[in-house]
Structure formats: C-alpha cells, structure tokens
C-alpha cells in the first residue's frame, strides 16, 4: 500500500519524521474534509449526514458535485473498515435512484446552473479511511462502480494528509480509464493515431492527431492517472483534475488547462494565458496552446509541476 511520510527539520537540521495518527472521533474528520472540501477534493459541499429513506436505510456522510458535473459521494471511516464497499456501492444504488431529489438538493445550495451541468455518467464514491485492506483493493478494481480510495493521516502541528491509494474508473460506459488500459473511446486502434470523441467538436482533425497522442503520453507518465472523455473536454485527474484537454480544429490547436496558479509562471503571449475570472470549459487556470511538437516540449515544465503538485 502506498505510504506518506512527512519529515520536518530540527534545530540541529537533520530531518526528523512525522509519526501520522488517526483521529478520536470520525465526526472530526469529516467536519475537516467538509470545510475544504473544493481545495481538497475539488469538489463543492452539498449535504451533509443526509438520509436516504426508509429503503436504503442510510445515512450518507457527505454529498457533493465535482468539478467535472459529477455526482459524490462521501464516507468517512474514523479506522479501516471491511464494509466500506458494500457500504459505498449501496449509496451510489441510492444516487442512481434519487436523480430528482439529488438536482434538487444542488439547485437549491448551488443554484440552477450547477443543477443543470450534473453529468450522470459519471457518479463517483469517495471512501476516506485510515487503511483500505488488500481485498478491499482488489475489489474495487471489478466492480462497476466508479470508488476512490482515499488514505488520512493526521500529523502534529494540525497537518492532514490524504492520499490515493487506489482507484476505480468504473464500468466501461462510464468512459473513463487508466493509463494502463485501452481507453474506451480515447485511444483508437492505431498506436499514435487515437481517435477522441470530443463531444461538441467532433473527432480529433487528422492534423492534431499526433499530437494528441504525443501530449496523451506527456499527461499520464505520472504514475496512476485516470484519464476521463467528458461532455466537452477529457481530464486527466488524480485525486482533483490536473489537465483538462479541449480541441480547437479551426485553429489546428489543442489547448491545455493545467492546475498551476498563473503568476508562478512567466507568460507568454500566444501559448501560456492566465484564465482565472475567464469563463471556459475545462478546469484549471494556466491556458497553455499546443499546436506543434515544439509548444509540446515548452510546455512539458509546466505539465511536470502541475501533476507534482497534485
């Protein structure tokens, strides 16, 4: 399983570890998570302890809506707990079935806009716990279902961290893969020619098509990233989306939107903007425009601090 470790220098400067602890009570956590939940997670808060009815008979921890329109849902497990799946695949049943109440439920704490952009293909359970057994993550990998599993530890000096430890894209019409499978509609048969379906611009043009499979390889060398083709963009994401990818075929350009904050970065007029207070498709607010191999490469930097800062 994967393991964080935190070190902090003493005064004679060598570095000391962080002994990580789980919390006294799983309320604490979840009101923790809850209050930065769009920095954290990259997801908006909905509800919280809300109940499912007298059917599913539960009590779901969190609710909330993604950045790419999709559904979540979260629980919180103060320890490890070996029901967490059951648990998980149960309320996401529950999800699937309350489509009403949930929009509802969003129109009213996020507004209609938010109601409107929910992308029910795409519903996501989010298990946030101090340890995940191995069955837990093998099980994960042949369900249905679209489940992160998330590790906390929490460090003196109020320090928490979370940690992806594993992950499943779901079904295949969920339309979402790991870098390690055949992507269902984003990798076409030929090996540097994919084909992506862009919903509301077309298929790739034949002329940005090697470069897409080019900046494809640049997006997911960085160990477990899952890759998802959207309504009008596919994002690259770990635990928060890192790259979003939209096509421009009248400009024969291929435009990039990475989670860096702009005025880390020298732009440049042409191929880096700064996007924050612009509206556009996407997530993230460095713009950087891809339209050749060359831009490719400038860009590689900038794509290698947004995933090392995920």
Known sequence: ?????????????????LSGSTVALEVELQRRVEAGLEQMLGIRFVASEYATGPWHRGRIDTLGLDENGSPVVIEFKRGSDSGVLSQAVSYLSWLRSAQHEFEALVRKV??????ESIDWRRPRMVCIAAGFSHHDRVAVQWLPERIDLVRYRVFEGGLLSLLLVDSSPGSAS???????????????????????????????PESLRDLY????EALTAWGE????????YIAYRRLVNVASVIFRPKHEAILVYLRLDPETV?????????MRGIGHLGTGDLEVRLASAADLEKAAPLIRRAFEAA
């Open 266 to 274: 020298a732009l440049e007029e042409g191929f880096t903007r700064d």
């Open 174 to 204: 969920a339309a979402s893969s790991r870098r390690s499978r055949e992507r269902d509609g984003v990798v076409g048969s030929a090996p540097k020619a994919p084909v992506v379906p862009a919903p509301g611009v077309g298929l790739v």
């Open 213 to 216: 499979a080019e900046l494809d």
């Open 225 to 232: 990233v899952e890759v998802a083709s959207l309504r009008h």
């Open 1 to 17: 399983m994967a393991e964080l470790m935190l070190f902090r220098r003493d005064a004679d400067g060598r570095d000391v570890e």
């Open 110 to 115: 996020l507004g209609a806009e938010a109601a």
